[in-house]
């Protein structure tokens, strides 16, 4: 995050130059805390565009009279119901587009309408970083004479009275926007750049904030047994990896909470090939894993009091010679045979090793997988809500009051042995596919579930929101980082230690 902001808080004073953003509420409506002759011109500029303070909706004044300020920017935070933490980052990313390329930003927070404290300052901290990131390390630079106001450095300064407060919950909001750009980079990042032992080498990085970091090869994969995770890497000359990490901020006897994601590097579905069109997007079939990597972050730069395990089962799923083929058999760790209908039903080849390792060495207090899984989530629910699996109605409750308290939703979909018996195997256990197109995304957490035994499990199908999903004021990128935020609040608010 060396290209954003520098973000400071401070108390309030108006700035000498630079631009000055302000927050409106109803009918335009600004702090009384600011000198009547700034709210004396804001007022008439608000009547004359009619502007009425409408969430997210600004107001430019361009060289306000009797001071040195270049601009003033007004945001409005009129809005039908009291604004919560994505309505303060959508904010925070409103001011950051409406002021790039501003050499010095003050925004007025001093008793600001919509009542923002120093939580709320915080999270419009927050949204500004989240805003500012781009993904572009590949592009040409322009030459700096040529580029110049683009890369002038910008600091944003918040004004308001409790900085001490406001500080400390940046300390926390700043932790958890690194890991979710720790995510959209490495969702980003072509697959040529990034193969599983590539993303194995950036996960053991975290070692430097405290994450205990383990790498399983090829060797040891085979050694224990994960031959259906295997199995779907032995296409690629690219061998496969996974990878542990281990949070420990809590007693040591403390048991763990977990998180497993699916790392296919890329997808090229196999001898089960995808259609051309499209194909690119499959760099981004790591986001799963993605998102455990970014959540391993956060709960680390944030010295998060519980411990907790990442797993990522890292692969490329290609076609050559040696690829797995339509009908061959595996035996995962568990035990259990597989057979193998379509290779490109291959993530959940992947998670079923992880997961069922991952219960059987750590006993956590509750697993959530992560995985861009099925298209047929996105078909379902479109890319505004994640699918939700759970064999625990408290944790998908957890889960369900963590994503609504974000604003990285999820909806929960049934189970039912109905859909599990559609994938009982013909020569083996189980298949990796169910009976056609119906209730895909169903079938594919029921085929996860029979990896798992009694430990409360809920499975996350991220297919339309880890990528590729629409913009808002906070994210502008590809990759959006979805999983971090939501699963560090499921920590922060149910299972961390005081």
């Not at 361009?62 to 119901?81: H, L, N, S, Y």
């Not at 405290?210 to 690219?238: I, N, T, Y």
């Not at 099925?374 to 078909?379: D, Q, S």
Request: aromatic share 6%; glycine share 10%; net charge negative.
């Amino acid at each position: 995050m060396s290209d954003s902001p520098t973000i400071r808080f401070a108390s309030p004073e108006l700035p000498k130059a630079g631009v000055l953003a302000v927050l409106a509420g109803e009918g335009g409506a600004v702090a009384a805390s600011l000198p009547e002759s700034v709210r004396a011109q804001i007022k008439r500029a608000a009547d004359v565009a009619k502007f009425k303070g409408k969430a997210l909706s600004t107001l430019d004044l361009f060289a306000p009279a009797g001071t040195e300020i270049e601009r003033i920017v007004v945001i409005g935070t009129k809005a039908d119901k009291p604004a919560a933490e994505e309505d303060w980052l959508k904010i925070g990313g409103t001011l950051a587009a409406k002021t790039k390329g501003a050499p010095a930003v003050t925004l007025w927070a001093d008793g600001a309408t919509g009542d923002l404290d120093a939580e709320a300052a915080a999270a419009v901290a927050a949204g500004v970083l989240l805003r500012a990131y781009e993904f572009d390390r590949y592009k040409t630079k322009k030459k700096p004479e040529e580029d110049a106001d683009e890369k002038t450095a910008s600091a944003v300064t918040i004004a308001l009275k409790d900085t001490a407060a406001a500080e400390t919950a940046f300390g926390r909001f700043r932790e958890i926007a690194a890991g979710v750009v720790l995510a959209r980079d490495l969702v980003n990042e072509p697959a040529n750049v990034l193969g599983p032992v590539e993303f194995a080498e950036r996960i053991e990085a975290l070692s430097a904030a405290g994450v205990e970091v383990e790498v399983l090869d090829e060797a040891k994969l085979a050694e224990l047994g994960m031959r259906a995770l295997l199995g779907v890497a032995q296409g690629s000359p690219r061998p496969p990896r996974l990878v542990v990490m281990r949070w420990n901020g809590a007693d040591s006897g403390a048991q763990p909470v977990a998180f497993v994601g699916k790392g296919v590097c890329f997808d090229t579905g196999g001898v089960s090939i995808k259609p051309a069109g499209g194909m690119e997007d499959m760099k981004g079939d790591m986001g799963g894993a993605a998102a455990v990597v970014g959540l391993m972050r956060a709960l680390a730069g944030r010295k998060a009091k519980v411990n907790a395990v990442g797993i990522v089962g890292l692969v490329e799923n290609a076609v050559d010679g040696n690829a797995q083929r339509p009908g061959d058999i595996v035996t995962a760790l568990s035990g259990t045979t597989i057979e193998v209908l379509n290779t490109d039903a291959e993530g959940r080849l992947v998670l079923a090793d992880a997961l069922w390792y991952c219960q059987e060495r750590f006993k956590p207090r509750f697993m959530v997988n992560l995985a861009t899984l099925t298209g047929a989530i996105i078909v379902a629910l479109g890319n505004h809500h994640a699918g939700l699996f759970s064999n625990n109605d408290e944790l998908a409750a957890n889960l369900t009051a963590a994503g609504l308290d974000t604003g990285e939703k999820v909806w929960r979909m049934p189970l039912g042995p109905e859909y599990d018996k559609q994938i009982e195997g013909k020569f083996a256990d189980i298949k990796n596919i169910g009976n056609g197109r119906a209730a895909g995304s169903i079938t594919a957490a029921q085929f996860l579930q029979r990896f798992v035994s009694d430990v409360p499990w809920a499975h996350l199908d991220v297919a339309g929101t880890a990528m590729g999903s629409p913009a808002n004021e906070y994210n502008q990128s590809w990759a959006s980082g979805f999983g971090v935020r939501l699963l560090d609040r499921l920590v922060a608010a149910r299972y961390e230690a005081n």
